[in-house]
């Protein structure tokens, strides 16, 4: 939270005070400029109205400041992009120190085959990534897990990513082997979309950007 912000929030008293104290705990947020003067105008206006209860303007500021909070989440992350997410990959190949991680590698791979060649070292790390924790027998543990896997693996391969293509045979033999369909682009959008949904606003941009992403696919 910068300086500003935090002054005029302060300063304004009564139930915004938590606020300040949230805002401040908040992971890489950062407002833009001219963000406290906005949300400010709107609570000064909200105290000229004398004639509402005390309890009436107390629910008004927590509303605003719960849209405050949301916009504050949202500037600090950005529009979910391909280079935004290129930003969050680590050293060894994922988007997120998160337990989720192998749950929402293929989202990832399959957003970077979309982008094509200015992602293409990114969609290796990427995949090499999702290779190293393929079983032995082609799968990744789970019938849910394995096929979004191999429809990323598909993707990549068709992006021109060749190191894909025996990895996506394997795991398609896999799927055949376990009697369990090959995944629709439809299939994942909506699955990236059930996952975003459960991850919701994070700080974790990896995590967030690589499902939003795959939902639009």
Do not use: C
Not at 13 to 39: D, I, Y
Not at 71 to 100: C, I, N, W, Y
Request: glycine share 8%; charged share 20%; aromatic share 6%.
């Amino acid at each position: 939270m910068n300086d500003e912000l935090e002054r005029d929030l302060t300063a304004a008293g009564g139930g915004l005070l938590p606020f300040a104290e949230s805002l401040r705990r908040a992971p890489a947020a950062h407002a833009a400029p001219g963000f406290a003067e906005n949300v400010m105008a709107k609570v000064r206006r909200r105290k000229r109205l004398t004639w509402l209860r005390p309890v009436a303007f107390a629910a008004a500021a927590s509303a605003a400041a719960a849209v405050a909070l949301t916009a504050v989440v949202d500037t600090s992350a950005g529009k979910p992009s391909e280079e935004v997410l290129m930003a969050h990959q680590r050293a060894d190949g994922s988007f997120t120190a998160s337990s989720a991680s192998p749950h929402v590698q293929a989202f990832a791979v399959s957003a970077l085959a979309r982008k094509g060649k200015p992602a293409f070292h990114a969609l290796q790390l990427a995949v090499n990534a999702l290779i190293r924790s393929q079983g032995a027998d082609g799968g990744w543990g789970s019938a849910g897990l394995s096929a979004r896997n191999v429809a990323a693996l598909s993707a990549a391969n068709a992006a021109g990513l060749s190191l894909a293509r025996p990895a996506y045979l394997r795991g398609l033999r896999y799927l055949r082997t376990h009697g369990i369909a090959e995944m629709s682009a439809a299939d994942f959008s909506r699955e990236a979309k059930d996952a975003l949904a459960r991850i919701g606003t994070s700080p974790d941009v990896g995590l967030m950007h690589s499902a939003a992403l795959a939902s639009r696919l």
